[in-house]
T-cell receptor, first 112, second 112 residues
Framework: EDQVTQSPEALRLQEGESSSLNCSYT??????LFWYRQDPGKGPEFLFT???AGEEKEKERLKATLTKKESFLHITAPKPEDSATYLC?????????????FGSGTQLTVLP | NAGVTQTPKFQVLKTGQSMTLQCAQD?????MSWYRQDPGMGLRLIHY???????DQGEVPNGYNVSRSTTEDFPLRLLSAAPSQTSVYFC???????????FGQGTRLTVV
């Protein structure tokens, strides 16, 4: 069964304390890996698309990277407004090609 | 543009009742989908549509029906509500296929 696992489940950082979130997947035939941000009581907000190992994308304090088995979301010098749940999702080529499989998310809290 | 609009935001149902969750988008997106989100689990796909008149099942379709008579609207029907359907439901859309770029604000449904 295709699986997407995010770690840690929760992460508390002090403002300015850089860290990384992990998304690992067990599947062959990756068609894309995507990161979303979700604020409490709201729908996910699309952040990044990664299609091949070695690819990197950046937006403000966030940088997403991809290897053959996992992706990292690096947060550099985070601010309290970066507090949210970060979701990763994977699109596989096996089975139905038109469905995403989501991880359960990492809840990030950045303390001032 | 309003993006993806879901109504209602909150709903309480009694077991056995039926209801329709509404979803509309004004971006002329062909692909629309419904997910449910439960604590500790990733978003799970219920049904999706690749265009007006075309729908298909996702990972957890039992107990739900959908139809797509127009490009803009994609309602989700609960046929006979059960406590296991207590969840937060998200509608999403994209121009053509996943990943979904836009999510609605969600409907928090409680079945008692």
């Amino acid at each position: 069964e295709d699986q997407v696992t995010q770690s840690p489940e929760a992460l508390r950082l002090q403002e300015g304390e850089s860290s990384s979130l992990n998304c690992s997947y067990t599947v062959s035939g990756l068609r894309g890996l995507f990161w979303y941000r979700q604020d409490p009581g709201k729908g996910p907000e699309f952040l990044f698309t990664l299609y091949s190992a070695g690819e990197e994308k950046e937006k403000e304090r966030l940088k997403a990277t991809l290897t053959k088995k996992e992706s990292f979301l690096h947060i550099t010098a985070p601010k309290p407004e970066d507090s949210a749940t970060y979701l990763c999702a994977v699109l596989f080529s096996s089975g139905s090609a038109r469905q995403l499989t989501f991880g359960s998310g990492t809840q990030l809290t950045v303390l001032p | 543009n309003a993006g993806v609009t879901q109504t209602p935001k909150f709903q309480v149902l009694k077991t056995g009742q039926s209801m329709t969750l509404q979803c509309a988008q004004d971006m002329n997106h062909e692909y629309m989908s419904w997910y449910r989100q439960d604590p500790g689990m990733g978003l799970r796909l219920i049904h999706y549509s690749v265009g007006a008149g075309i729908t298909d099942q996702g990972e957890v379709p039992n107990g739900y029906n959908v139809s797509r008579s127009t490009t803009e609207d994609f309602p989700l029907r609960l046929l006979s509500a059960a406590p296991s359907q207590t969840s937060v439901y998200f509608c999403a859309s994209s121009l053509q296929g996943p990943p979904e770029a836009f999510f609605g604000q969600g409907t928090r449904l409680t079945v008692v």
